[in-house]
């Protein structure tokens, strides 16, 4: 039996959600993940996916990008870039966007379901706490679905369970799902740190989505 939907799994909070709602969705015997190289800082997320995947009992491939690398330009991508909180006031963006990242990302995805007859693509994506990435927007990635439909002839489907929820709502949804056991597999630290640095905007927003659920990190329960 070929697998019903492929999870971009960054081995983050969000995206292992994401894996969970997937799993109560498709069933266990339906689901793919994939996770993308691309010269990430925070490298230990690729350890950290493919715990969650294993964890989770899926079948999990990790696919090489390292043309974000080359373009540099971002603190996620370019060590010489520390991790700031503030936006860019030129830009209106933080200096860890990526940009094309998630473009990139399920475009690439798309076609690596094609070859394997997966119409539904899940990714973490959402516009309510976005950290002020455009491609994490509704529009985009309606657009974008579209765009695949066209150019790869398909009927994909790309599911963001997330998208209207904070970050309160998305801790809630994976204790809902059964998957706070394996967020103490996860990684969200920009600084690739582990235990996370606590600091950073990524930490911040999940300490934040935690503390408003009322439930303690399971990340951290286990750095203690």
């Known amino acids: ?16 959600t994401c894996l969970y709602w997937a799993l109560d969705k498709f069933g266990s015997n339906a689901v793919e993940a994939i996770t993308f190289d691309y010269g ?20 999990h491939k990790v696919m090489p990008i390292d043309t974000f690398a080359a373009l540099g330009g971002n ?3 370019d060590r010489n870039i520390g991790v700031q909180k503030e936006v860019d006031l ?5 200096n860890t966007f990526v940009p094309g990242r998630n473009i990139v990302f399920l ?12 119409e539904h693509l899940v990714t973490g994506v959402a516009q309510t706490d976005y950290s002020g ?14 765009t695949i439909r066209l150019g790869m002839a398909s009927n994909v489907v790309i599911h963001t369970p997330l998208m209207s929820l904070s970050k309160k709502e998305t801790v809630l949804l994976a204790r ?5 056991e394996a967020m103490a597999l996860t990684h969200t630290c920009y600084d690739g740190r582990r235990p996370p640095c606590g600091e950073c905007p990524a ?19 286990i750095s203690a």
């Open 1 to 16: 039996m070929n697998a019903q939907a492929l999870v971009v799994l960054s081995g983050g909070q969000d995206s292992t």
């Open 40 to 59: 990430q800082r925070h490298r230990v997320e690729l350890g950290c996916a493919a715990r969650v995947a294993e964890f989770a009992g899926v079948s």
């Open 75 to 77: 603190a996620l991508t």
């Open 90 to 94: 030129e830009t209106g963006l933080p």
């Open 107 to 118: 475009t690439f995805a798309a076609a690596y379901a094609w070859q394997r007859n997966i």
């Open 133 to 146: 990435y455009p491609d994490c927007r509704q529009e985009t990635i309606e657009a974008l679905q579209l």
């Open 176 to 180: 809902d799902l059964g998957a706070l």
């Open 203 to 221: 930490c911040e927003l999940r300490a934040r989505g935690f503390n408003e659920a009322g439930i303690e990190d399971p990340l951290l329960a």
